[in-house]
């Protein structure tokens, strides 16, 4: 099992361009979260799905929409990237709502 | 009020050392709890979940105090390979907050 995973790891964009972040799971997980990590801040959440079809905004949504449109994968898109969105991306997911979430490797983006 | 904090640290310790970190939560709904070790520039790493009876994985003690609402991960015999940030994690129900972390660095 790949665990999960996300595309890219690295991505440079200039401001106003718009990108999307891949997270596939292959561990039939029904839950999926996005978080952010930024220097001082600690993981926050942005974006999370409780199952296929289905999203809800985290603590951190504005600039940043979602779509699981298959259960095993999680989009995040900006669609006019900003400065401020310079930030290290975590995907994770968990079998349930209480269960241990499983982290994928990170997505740095640097927005020029 | 943020509602996970950790102690501030950095912890620097000398190899064998016991270092306690101290985590509070303020939501008292909180169902489920969480130490997670992130490694730099990796992602965070299940540690072990915490039980309000407290728990013990081999040199790692994790304690819950719902009352207090107040979360205690001891670690025992520290090792170079310890030395990493140590997160704090509360679940809602639905979602989990994550506090700041506390780094830790074990020296030789």
């Known amino acids: 099992n790949a665990g999960v995973t996300q595309t890219p790891k690295f991505r440079v964009l200039k401001t106003g361009q718009s990108m999307t972040l891949l997270c596939a799971q292959d561990m039939n997980h029904e839950y999926m979260y996005w978080y952010r990590q930024d220097p001082g801040m600690g993981l926050r959440l942005i974006h999370y799905?409780?199952?296929?079809?289905?999203?809800a905004k985290g603590e951190v949504p504005d600039g940043y929409n979602v779509s699981r449109l298959k259960k095993q994968n999680f989009l995040l898109g900006l669609e006019s990237a900003a400065p401020s969105q310079t930030s290290v991306y975590f995907c994770?997911?968990?079998?349930?709502?209480?269960?241990?979430?499983?982290f994928g490797p990170g997505t740095r983006l640097l927005v020029l | 009020r943020k509602e996970v904090e950790q102690d501030p640290g950095p912890f620097n310790v000398p190899e064998g050392a016991t270092v306690a970190f101290n985590c509070t939560y303020s939501?008292?709904?909180?169902?489920?709890f969480f130490w997670y070790r992130q490694d730099c520039r990796k992602e965070p790493k299940l540690l072990m979940s915490?039980?309000?009876s407290g728990n013990e994985d081999g040199r790692f003690t994790a304690q819950l105090n719902r009352a207090s609402q107040y979360i205690s991960l001891l670690i025992r015999d520290s090792k170079l390979s310890d030395s990493a940030t140590y997160l704090c994690?509360?679940?809602?129900?639905?979602?989990?907050?994550f506090g700041p972390g506390t780094r830790l660095s074990v020296l030789p």
């Open positions: 799905s409780v199952g296929e079809g289905t999203t």
């Open positions: 939501n008292s709904a909180s169902q489920s």
């Open positions: 994690v509360v679940n809602l129900g639905q979602n989990f907050v």
């Open positions: 994770a997911s968990s079998y349930a709502g209480r269960e241990t979430q499983y």
């Open positions: 915490v039980y309000s």
